[in-house]
């Protein structure tokens, strides 16, 4: 196995609160206003990075963004001091005050798109950061990606950095969580597959009625350009309306993929089998075989993937050639979906191994372990120039522990938003996060 996947995991932010802000994620809306636990949340994460890495795996960390997030505030009106704003954003609309708290910049599967070196024109790591714009509570979070995402890959040489695209509707851009790459190695040539929910100019009647669909055509198609990709190895597919409709919100509820393999269920995309065909095509052109492993709806439903997050997986290869599926517990508790791994990884095929993390705090906002993780293809040099600061080993997960036992509250609810105290609590606690992993001044309270 050449090249390395390293996946940045999203740290669990001080504000991980339950509003119910997604609306098309089921879990986030059912499990508006229970209490949730951040210290736990963010825990929790740690555990599955430090576990990932131990196994062999490359496994970063991402730091949270500043919330609650007074820019906006200020600029819709709200003035005074820090505790002034608050005050008057609180006794105006709790909610505003809850979407401008949000700590939904942990998944950073949303945080960016990434392209490889060997299949860019240029030979750089691409990044075009997610405008998100379909969620307000997210629609704020590209200029702070942006700055940590710079940070992180710092060098000019292999890295290529781009912003937001414009924050208009038919723009709408989530991430990698609807972007999946396909190859024989990381470091050598694959076929990237940009999956979208809807054109973006044109309205059609091939579109959800329940929930948004919020990844355009128009944006995936926007990146692939920034990104210098060749038109013969880069695939634009579909989501089904119905898939959407069912709450899988971003392509990475309802299919998964690693190398040559993408697990999906057998309703994920619309033309399905046509879509594959073009993917099987252009893989041969670089000299690879794609390997689809279809989960049948009579086996898992589509209802039953998205309450277990089936598919919201990491699919992750060992050095013995065979593949790891990672999966929230929520799977293993469930009787069918269980028994379908279990015999996908008795099967004698591709994925062979099931790991299982304990990711409740993350799972009751509507995000499991590929909601958790940006994936970066890199070589030998490219890992090389990454902010190793970012890379998870012993000495780091435990600093990262003490950190948020020090920084951390237990309990947080929605009207614990208003307390000034906790802005101070989060400011301190970025910045010695930012000390810690060696990232500089990449928040604007850091920069007066």
């Given at each position: ?6 996946n ?7 504000t ?12 986030s809306?059912r499990?508006?206003?229970?209490v949730?636990n951040p210290k736990?949340?963010?825990k929790q994460?740690l555990l599955?990075?430090k576990?990932?890495s131990d196994?062999?795996f490359?496994q970063?960390v991402?730091p ?5 997030h007074?820019?906006?505030l ?5 003035y005074?001091?820090d ?6 954003a609180?006794a105006?609309?709790?909610r ?7 700590a939904?910049?942990?998944w ?16 750089r790591?691409h990044?075009t ?8 509570h997210?629609a ?7 700055a ?9 040489q ?8 414009p924050?208009?509707a ?6 990698a ?15 990237q597959v940009?999956?979208y929910g ?14 948004p669909?919020?990844q ?6 926007a990146?692939a350009r ?14 089904s309306?119905?898939?959407i409709?069912s709450?899988v919100?971003h ?8 190398r040559?393999?993408?697990f999906?269920?057998?309703q ?6 046509a879509?594959?065909?073009?993917i099987?095509?252009k ?5 690879c075989?794609?390997?689809p ?8 439903s589509l ?7 089936l ?6 290869s060992r050095?013995?050639?065979k593949?790891?599926?990672?999966v ?7 009787a ?5 791994l ?8 591709p994925?062979?191994?099931?790991e ?10 509507g995000?499991?372990?590929a909601?958790?993780r ?13 902010n ?8 780091l997960?435990?600093r990262?522990?003490v950190w948020?036992?020090?920084h951390y509250?237990d ?7 208003a ?11 970025l910045?010695e ?5 060696r990232?500089g ?8």
């Open positions: 196995m050449s090249g390395y996947e390293v940045f995991d999203g740290l669990v932010g001080l991980h609160h339950y509003a119910g802000l997604s609306f098309g994620n089921e879990a809306t499990n508006q206003s229970a949730a736990l949340a963010a994460g599955k990075m576990a990932l196994l062999g490359k970063g991402l949270p963004h500043e919330r609650p007074l820019a906006t200020r600029q819709m009106g709200f005074g001091s505790a002034q704003v608050l005050s008057q609180n105006y609309s709790p505003l005050l809850s979407s401008l708290s949000s939904s910049a942990m950073v599967a949303n945080a960016a798109t990434v392209s490889p070196s060997a299949d860019s024109a240029d030979g790591v990044f950061v997610a405008n998100l714009n379909n969620k307000f997210r704020i979070e590209a200029e702070t990606t942006s940590i995402l710079r940070s992180t890959f710092n060098h000019t292999h890295f290529a950095h781009h912003g937001a695209l924050q208009v038919s723009l709408g851009d989530e991430g969580a609807n972007h999946n790459r396909l190859c024989a190695e990381y470091d050598r040539p694959g076929v940009f999956v809807r054109d973006g100019l044109v309205t059609g009647n091939n579109e959800p009625v329940r929930y669909a919020r355009t055509r128009l944006a995936s198609d990146v920034l990104h210098q990709l060749e038109a013969s190895r880069t695939v634009f597919i579909q989501q309306p119905q898939a409709d709450g919100f392509n990475d509820v309802i299919s998964v993929s690693n040559q393999v993408l999906h269920h057998q994920a995309f619309v033309h399905q089998q879509a594959f065909d073009e099987r095509r893989m041969a052109s670089v000299e075989e794609f390997q492993i279809e989960v049948p709806q009579s086996r898992v209802d039953d993937a998205v309450a277990t997050y598919f919201n997986s990491q699919l992750l050095a013995d050639g593949m790891t599926i990672v929230p517990e929520e799977s293993r508790q469930h069918a979906v269980w028994d379908y279990s015999d996908l990884r008795d099967s004698g095929g994925i062979n191994q099931i299982v993390f304990d990711l409740r705090e993350s799972m009751r906002n995000g499991g372990p909601c958790l940006l994936r970066v293809a890199l070589n030998e040099t490219e890992l090389a120039a990454v190793q600061a970012s890379l998870i080993d012993e000495v997960f435990n990262l522990n948020v036992d020090k509250r309990r947080m609810q929605q009207e614990d938003l307390d000034p105290q906790l802005l101070t609590e989060v400011r301190h606690a910045d996060l930012t000390q810690i992993l990232l001044s990449i928040y604007p309270f850091q920069q007066f």
